[in-house]
């Protein structure tokens, strides 16, 4: 089963597809030539190494980027697993104030809350009305989950994607940044703004992908799988928010393999490989550059080195964090203001469509 200038035309959300996928369709831009930006995250635990390498620190620069940028917190995306509404409500505002911390900033993007803009769930319905059955069985999201829950998968599991291309088409959205585990639901989305568009005439654009260029974070114990918040194993995971002592343990634990030299080698040395990348990403220095001064560093000595580069990326985003959860007024205020900024984007566009389906 994967985050604008204020303006009020209307307007669409983003989320990424691939770029080899990205030039089949000239997507239609606003009337005004805005391109728009929409990415969402669900607000289930402390966003990690992976989330921020992946997502969190690109969504950064694109508010310099793009004229309208939409960062959505995707609590209703959140709920198609089993939630404890306090647990749900705490890890909203720790969302928040963990995108603020990275650098989301509200003067430049719309941060705001999915589930307090009605027009989500709106469209989401009548996108679920156009789509069929079997096009969201086969979604290997949906194939993978319902395994793992023993295919005791609810509606809303089966159904979520389409909710994402709500999110997506909502605002009008020509840009989304994706993971690669999100192209099949990228393409649905796109699927589903030709389909409405040929059945009720041009209206959404069609949106591009944006990958980033860091590939997916593999965990620290095991390099064939993704660093993934619900890992039952707390040593595959570093959260923004741990200690020193708590990423140096998780460094120092990580798979690696029983060759000494540093190398840049995924097929074959997938563990090193992966420490190479993170390495080279909280640094910003190149691939080839981390392996030619690790040169004569052991692999066990060259883990704590990036630990030691982690702990520096993430030591003024953990100070920020703690700050701004002492203040939750200001964080529900910010989320308040963002929702109140989306609306103003998503209402329109949401009337419209009613109009086109052909409701009073």
């Known amino acids: 089963m994967a985050l604008h200038l204020t303006r009020k035309t209307r307007g669409c959300w983003g989320f990424i597809r691939a770029l080899h996928t990205a030039t089949k369709i000239a997507p239609a831009l606003q009337k005004d030539g805005v391109e728009r930006i929409f990415s969402g995250i669900q607000p289930t635990g402390i966003p990690h190494l992976g989330n921020y390498l992946g997502a969190i620190e690109s969504w950064v620069r694109l508010q310099d980027e793009y004229g309208s940028v939409l960062y ?28 603020l911390a990275c650098g989301i900033n509200p003067e430049k993007s719309i941060l705001f809350q999915q589930s307090q803009v009605s027009e989500h769930t709106q469209l989401s319905w009548i996108l679920t009305c156009m789509v069929r059955l079997p096009r969201l069985q086969h979604l290997h999201q949906w194939k993978a989950k319902t395994a793992k829950q023993k295919h005791d998968g ?10 994402q291309a709500a999110d997506i088409l909502l605002y009008k959205s020509t840009h989304v940044p994706v993971g690669e585990d999100q192209v099949q639901h990228m393409e649905l989305v796109q699927d589903l703004a030709q389909a409405f568009n040929k059945k009720y005439g041009e209206f959404f654009p ?7 260029s860091m ?16 890992d039952p194993d707390k040593l595959a995971t570093v959260r923004i928010t741990d200690s020193p002592e708590e990423i140096v343990q998780k460094f120092r634990k990580a798979v690696t393999d029983f060759t000494s030299e ?23 220095l190149t691939v080839d550059d981390v392996v030619r001064r690790s040169a004569g560093i052991d692999t066990a000595r060259y883990k704590l080195v990036v ?15 703690e700050k701004l959860k002492m203040d939750k007024d200001h964080l529900e205020k910010v989320l308040r203001l963002g929702a109140a900024k989306a609306k103003e984007l998503a209402y329109p566009v949401c009337q419209e469509v009613k109009k086109l389906v052909g409701f009073l």
Do not use: C, W
């Open 206 to 212: 069609v949106p591009k992908s944006i990958l980033t």
């Open 262 to 284: 540093v190398t840049y080698d995924p097929a074959s040395r997938g563990g090193v490989s992966n420490m190479v990348a993170i390495h080279a990403a909280v640094t910003g």
């Open 72 to 99: 959505s917190i995707v609590d209703l995306h959140s709920i198609t697993v089993p939630q404890d509404p306090a647990t749900l409500r705490q890890s909203i505002l720790d969302m928040t104030a963990a995108l």
């Open 154 to 163: 609810t509606a809303g599991l089966l159904t979520y994607p389409v909710l």
């Open 215 to 230: 590939k997916k974070v593999k965990s620290l114990r095991d390099p064939a799988a993704k660093m993934s918040k619900s």
């Open 307 to 321: 630990a030691d580069a982690v702990i520096e990326k993430f030591a003024p985003i953990k100070n920020e964090i």
